[in-house]
């Protein structure tokens, strides 16, 4: 989890990988109405929000009654999407990519993106209820490589 352009999408397609999971894209199961929205530069509301959590529980759980892992790319800002997203999967681990908006912003203004631009990332920040690390909960700097990102949290995935 993270704000928008910290590279949510290239590490857990990675750790998936490496971990033979299911790679869940959160962008790709907003509805048509989030996406018009989030590109004319407006923050989603939590009633934007709760329908599109209900549908990345749902793909999770399909990929867990596949038998594998799933690995979810969501900003999830608040502990209460956290929470709502998390409940009925008791062994569910959250990853934290922590960056600065300065280095955010930069990274977002140098990359295409269907409708997320850095007009939206001040109010991702505003937003933003930072977990701690803790039991189940790793925090990484971006400023570190992708490949490093995940080998740490593989290493950390493979902890009980």
């Known amino acids: 989890m993270g704000v928008s352009g910290c590279g949510k999408t290239t590490v857990a397609d990675l750790v998936a990988t490496e971990i033979g999971g299911i790679f869940l894209e959160g962008d790709a199961f907003h509805p048509p109405a989030n996406k018009t929205k989030m590109g004319a530069g407006i923050p989603l509301t939590d009633e934007d929000r709760w329908p599109w959590f209900d549908l990345l529980i749902a793909e999770a759980r399909k990929a867990l009654a596949s038998g594998k892992p799933p690995v979810l790319a969501c900003s999830a800002l608040k502990q209460r999407y956290r929470e709502h997203l998390f409940s009925g999967f008791p062994d569910c681990r959250l990853v934290y990519l922590e960056g600065s908006y300065e280095l955010i912003k930069d990274r977002m203004d140098a990359r295409q993106h269907e409708y997320m631009t850095s007009t939206l990332l001040r109010s991702q920040f505003d937003a933003l209820e930072a977990p701690q690390p803790g039991p189940g909960t790793l925090v990484l ?20």
């Open 141 to 160: 700097s971006i400023e570190q490589a992708p490949e490093e990102l995940v080998r740490q949290i593989v290493a950390w995935l493979g902890t009980d």
